[in-house]
């Protein structure tokens, strides 16, 4: 069976993608690769219609059971290989018994994962707040806290800055050298600046760190440490992409690869619900008009 769209990722970008094709009644099959980014949301406070906040795991089922509804496949598996099989696509798939897959076209929304360091229940505190990961989704919930951002160059700065103006304690945990910092900009913005090491962190109640004779404590700690891909199906094709494999996209979110789509964190630009649901639209409406375009749907 050749599907109209193979869509590459189960997160907020694949699933809606998966519940507009559906509702275009194209044959869809969804790739779930595992543990999405957003399942890591302890609560969301900024996705649009959740006014007291939503946990990622349950958005992320209520958009499974909403693309479900419209009739998208699922298949646990993981894409290793993406390519040409003649006008169409084929996705090689991990494990053993798993064939291969074909598509008209292919959505890639295989997101990011965010670099964690080495600290003993790091899992945990992301899971309470205690550890975050992305200040413009949640600083607005650290407002009035001593704010502590883990970074190992310009990002953490960049980060600490930003949350000045949630709190006017925030400090900045540098591992490495500090020279690396334009520590006078930091001075002039009020982000205090203390040069650590991993083993002086800990994560309890609070976050601790151990300065010379006593520990400091903080509310919450942003890490800064950057992301990486989590699939390089499209990089490995020569797809166009930045420095760090993120994908360069046109206004309908086509890659450079004819019929080959991408959505979602994977995409060059803001990582964010709000827009990996909305690039995700606008491909899976250009999908549906790139396949009506070659052969019109059934009409009622
Ligand atoms: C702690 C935390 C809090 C956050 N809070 C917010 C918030 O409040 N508001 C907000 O807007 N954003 C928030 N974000 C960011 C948000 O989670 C992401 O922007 C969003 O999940 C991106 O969706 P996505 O579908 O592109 O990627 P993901 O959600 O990461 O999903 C990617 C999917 O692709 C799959 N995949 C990858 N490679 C393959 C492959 N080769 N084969 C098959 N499957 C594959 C993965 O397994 C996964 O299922 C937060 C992120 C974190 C970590």
């Known amino acids: 069976m050749i599907y109209d769209a193979l869509i590459v990722g189960a997160g907020p970008a694949g699933l809606t993608a998966a519940t507009y094709l559906g509702r275009f009644r194209r044959k869809v099959l969804v790739l779930d690769g595992g543990q999405p980014r957003a399942d890591w949301i302890p609560e969301s406070h900024n ?17 499974r059971a909403q693309a479900g509804r419209y009739g998208a496949a699922f298949q646990v598996a993981r894409a290793q290989s993406l390519s040409p099989r003649g006008d169409a696509f084929e996705l090689g798939l991990s494990g053993e018994r798993s064939e291969p897959v074909q598509g008209r076209t292919v959505l890639l929304a295989t997101g990011v994962v965010d670099i964690k360091p080495d600290l003993p229940g790091i899992d945990a505190a992301i899971r309470r707040a205690l550890v975050r990961i992305c200040p413009i989704c949640d600083a607005f919930e650290a407002i009035g806290q001593a704010i502590a951002v883990l970074g190992d160059g310009a990002l953490g700065a960049r980060e600490a800055m930003f949350l000045r103006s949630y709190s006017d304690r925030v400090t900045l945990l540098h591992l490495g050298a500090a020279d690396a910092l334009d520590l006078p900009a930091l001075r002039a913005a009020g982000v205090a600046v203390m040069p650590v090491s991993l083993t002086d962190v800990a994560l309890g109640e609070r976050v601790t760190v151990a300065t010379g004779e006593r520990d400091t404590a903080f509310d919450c700690l942003y890490l800064a440490l950057g992301c990486e891909m989590q699939s390089r199906l499209a990089v490995r094709w020569d797809a166009e992409h930045d420095e760090d494999g993120n994908l360069i996209v046109d206004a309908h979110q086509r890659t450079s690869i004819d019929g080959l789509y991408a959505a979602g964190d994977v995409v060059k630009g803001l990582n964010q619900i709000a827009i990996a649901t909305a690039e995700a639209a606008i491909a899976a409406t250009d999908i549906h008009r790139r396949l009506r375009e070659a052969d019109p749907p059934p009409r009622p």
Do not use: H, N
């Open 47 to 63: 996705t649009p219609g959740f006014p007291e906040g939503v946990g990622g795991p349950e958005l992320l089922a209520r958009m």
